[in-house]
């Protein structure tokens, strides 16, 4: 079992970049996530996906984070244009069905917007 | 609206001390309890989850928590730490059902000093 795979693992990019961070959950699971890291507010997820449908998105912060999840083994988080604010460690979890399931995550993308 | 919090953002203890750290959440049925575990530069970790049965669950490395309904809370504890303890531990809840949301407390960064 690979685990979660995120990719990069590390980015850095300058103000106004596009910048897309990609993410392998394990297979067979059917719900993802995506959860940013700071150390002013923790970790807040972002949005997660069951069956590849977005079904929370309330915690994407604004209009220039978006994300999508083409098909069950893939799912990009997208930010254009990027800012020094967008900084933080995104990660990736995913997960086997509903309640008590665990998340299994991955090893975060370290973002840097200078 | 789910959220969890935990009081304690910096504790410092010596080795053989023992732990307690607090979480409280606020949900008004049926939850998933977890405690996540990060160590430096390293991915979340499942610690140890409740989801029905024995209030009282037993994770990996010696920790437990206590689910303790009439106060809300979820109690991390290990009688005996150790320096490899060091590291960040996160409450988690998740309401019943279907949803699969994961909210995460803003975390407790642990320091043994041997």
């Known amino acids: 079992d690979a685990g979660v795979i995120q990719s990069p693992r590390h980015e850095v990019t300058e103000m106004g970049q596009e910048v897309t961070l990609r993410c392998k959950p394990i297979s067979g699971h059917n719900s993802l996530f995506w959860y940013r890291q700071t150390m002013m507010r923790g970790l807040e997820l972002l949005i997660y996906f069951n069956n590849n449908v977005p079904i929370d998105d309330s915690g994407m912060p604004e209009d220039r984070f978006s994300a999508k999840m083409p098909n069950a083994s893939f799912s990009t988080l997208k930010i254009q244009p990027s800012e020094p604010r967008d900084s933080a460690v995104y990660f990736c979890a995913s997960s086997l069905g509903t309640g008590h399931t665990p998340l299994h995550f991955g090893n975060g993308t370290r973002l840097t917007v200078t | 609206a789910q959220s969890v919090s935990q009081h304690?953002?910096?504790?410092?203890?010596?080795?053989?001390?023992?732990?307690?750290?607090?979480?409280?959440?606020?949900?008004?049925?049926?939850?998933?309890?977890?405690?996540?575990?990060?160590?430096?530069?390293?991915?979340?970790?499942?610690?140890?989850?409740?989801?029905?049965?024995?209030?009282?669950?037993?994770?990996?490395?010696?920790?437990?928590?206590?689910?303790?309904?009439?106060?809300?809370?979820?109690?991390?504890?290990?009688?005996?730490?150790?320096?490899?303890?060091?590291?960040?531990?996160?409450?988690?809840?998740?309401?019943?059902?279907?949803?699969n949301k994961l909210i995460f407390g803003t975390g407790t960064l642990l320091a043994v000093q041997p």
């Open chain 2, 8 to 99: 304690n953002h910096h504790v410092i203890l010596s080795e053989a001390a023992s732990l307690e750290l607090g979480c409280n959440y606020s949900y008004g049925g049926t939850v998933n309890l977890f405690w996540y575990v990060q160590y430096p530069g390293q991915h979340l970790q499942l610690l140890l989850k409740y989801f029905s049965g024995d209030p009282l669950v037993k994770g990996i490395k010696g920790f437990e928590a206590e689910f303790i309904k009439s106060k809300f809370s979820f109690n991390l504890r290990k009688p005996s730490v150790q320096w490899s303890d060091t590291a960040e531990y996160f409450c988690a809840v998740k309401g019943g059902g279907a949803t």
